[in-house]
């Protein structure tokens, strides 16, 4: 049986790249996409993830499985806490981007750099890094660094520009980590553009990592019914 999985977009720039990930990772799975730039807009003005916002959040989640959904992605770093609030609410698979980042990070170094664009991308994304070191009993030392300008830059159309203050960025820190962390999805293509001199570290995108952990959740377990199935 075909199952659903939509994704929440704060921005329309990520629809092209969890559509081509999908469409390599998870075949036989039906993609929606529901967008509202206003939760990241909000939340940059308010300079924090507000209730509200959180409230609006919960509301498109359930919103998408009233719609067919089986489970939910955000792909929003800044707004994913609220993810937590959802999962509290409603019984049905909720994939934050950037959780399978955080546990692969943790168990790559005990130095984990968090490069972002915008500082309520930052916070969110070393405080999952700590909280995800703390349930792995790991003694992690987050290390944040701040592209300021390049989101709105990326807003804009000037990827260029972008992807220019990032590299810049995730090459100061390099000789800092054991690892990096991008904390926002929009980042991930830069890491392509990088030199392999450039590449010393190992340097984590959530995007991947979020979509095969969806192909673990949902294929596997329909490979599993499919499997007892025919035993029985």
Known sequence: MSQTLTYIHTSHVLIPLFSELSKRELAGVTITHMVD??????????GRLTEDTIRRLVGMIGSAHDAGA?????????????VVVARALYDFPIFRVDEAMAEKAVS?????GVAATL???????????SETAAASKRQ??????????????VL???TATHDRMVADTLTGLMSQVDVIVLAQASMARVVESLSAQARQKPILSSPELAVQQVRQALLGELASSARSGARD
Do not use: H, Q, Y
Not at 108 to 112: A, F, K, M
């Open 156 to 158: 804009s159309g000037d």
């Open 119 to 129: 500082k309520t991308t930052r916070e969110p994304t070393v405080g999952l890094i």
């Open 37 to 46: 730039e206003s939760l990241i807009r909000n939340t940059i003005a308010s």
């Open 70 to 82: 089986d489970a939910v992605m955000v792909t929003c770093s800044s707004i994913g806490p609220g």
């Open 140 to 153: 992690v030392e987050v290390i944040p660094a701040l592209c300021e300008g390049a989101f709105e830059k």
């Open 108 to 112: 790559l170094g005990r130095r984990v």
